[in-house]
């Protein structure tokens, strides 16, 4: 790697290290989960006893995947103390993996390039067989993404989608006609969006909206308030979320339906302050009302 420092490759021989420590820790929850078969609910249902394993492990791009998707494992596990420790121990590993990859950002920027290069070669045959599949590099998020945890027992578990969410981002109009002049300026849709961008001020703010996908809301009721007096906690889930075995039982859990709805269902907000007609189509950029 040009201009790599010593303090960088220590950085990643480092990170190499903690992978494997993630991998081993991740075999050892799903070996213990899979000798104790706790009580477990999912979203879809599944007959694969592995299914657990393959989730935790699942840290790759799949062929043709948008790098900002992740792909969720939507389930609630109740765990006795020795599973809990389990898995705390698998979110030690990786929220040390996500501080090191900041360090490694920090210290050279194109060290993440790097990161994923490498890490599929460290257990042999991983590679090779990745490449088979489509899914040669990793991804980085669904690497170090935390398993939701509750910190206490659970009476019951309210699950639902949350389909509404929008990243609202404001740009200038100089910074949009920048976009629009990296696409094909020649092409007729854009040449006439850069004579829509030219008859505004421009000093005119714009809003670069992108629509998130589907998220799993959790709402938590615990059988007790904790020490800060809350009796209720709010969370998205991508990952199973683990509570303590109450009496050996899952809590009661409203499931909610296998598909995100198809609209919104949530009032809008934010974007009530944009126009209801995209201005720049091939950028979705709105004018302010």
């Known amino acids: 790697m040009p201009n790599a420092t010593p303090a960088h490759y220590r950085l990643l021989h480092e990170l190499d290290a903690h992978f494997d420590q993630l991998t081993a820790a991740i ?6 989960y899979e000798t104790r078969t706790p009580p477990t609910w999912h979203l879809e249902g599944t007959s694969d006893p592995h299914w657990l394993r393959n989730a935790l492990l699942d840290m790759w791009h799949q062929q043709d995947q948008d790098g900002r998707e992740t792909r969720n494992y939507i389930a609630l596990i109740a765990a006795d103390e020795p599973l809990m420790d389990a898995f ?33 070669q460290r257990h042999p045959g991983v590679d090779s067989v990745l490449r088979q599949g489509g899914m040669a590099r990793l991804h980085l998020k669904q690497c170090w993404r935390q398993l939701p945890i509750a910190d206490a027992p659970v009476a019951r578990v309210r699950l639902a989608w949350y389909s509404s969410g929008r990243s609202i981002k404001r740009i200038t109009v100089q910074q ?38 589907p998220l799993m809301r959790a709402n938590l009721f615990y059988t007790e308030p904790l020490e800060d007096g809350h009796t209720r906690r709010a969370l998205n889930i991508a990952m199973p ?3 303590p075995a109450h009496e050996g039982r899952l809590p009661h859990i409203k499931a909610p339906p296998s598909e995100p709805p198809a609209h919104r269902t949530r009032a809008k907000r934010r974007d009530e302050k944009l126009e209801s007609d995209v201005f720049l189509p091939s950028l979705r950029v709105y004018r302010y009302r």
């Open 27 to 32: 075999h050892r929850a799903a070996t213990l």
């Open 176 to 213: 949009a006609e920048q976009k629009l002049l990296q696409l094909d300026s020649d092409a007729p849709h854009v040449r006439i969006q850069l004579r829509k961008l030219a008859g505004i001020p421009s000093s005119e703010p714009l809003a670069q909206v992108q629509n998130q996908a």
């Open 241 to 243: 979320l683990i509570v």
């Open 88 to 120: 705390n121990a698998v979110n030690t590993v990786k929220s040390t993996i996500r501080a090191l990859l900041q360090r490694i950002k920090q210290s050279q920027p194109s060290g993440l390039s790097e990161v994923k290069r490498r890490l599929p």
